[in-house]
């Protein structure tokens, strides 16, 4: 069985956009390529549209990215993030970081 993938690209130059899963076997992967890509770029927007599932990792994962921004004096916005994310968020009281 293969692990879930997922994949960052910049559509345009203030976003940076996750796509497929955001979970425990991608997390780490996941948030060292997106530190590396926020260092590289000048993105202002995580746009989660593609995530195609998420769990606890990857709602981690989110956090620490936007953290990561923060640390460098930048704002990184949430752009769709999917309803179980969010519902994920919600229940572990972090959604309005989101």
Known sequence: MSRPAFQLSTPAPDTLAVSGALTF???SSALEAGRAELDRGSQGVLDLAGVTQADS???ATVLALLAHARSKGRTLGVAHAPTGLQALARVSGVDTLL
Do not use: E, K, N, Y
């Open 57 to 59: 990792a990857g709602l």
């Open 25 to 27: 076997s991608t997390a």
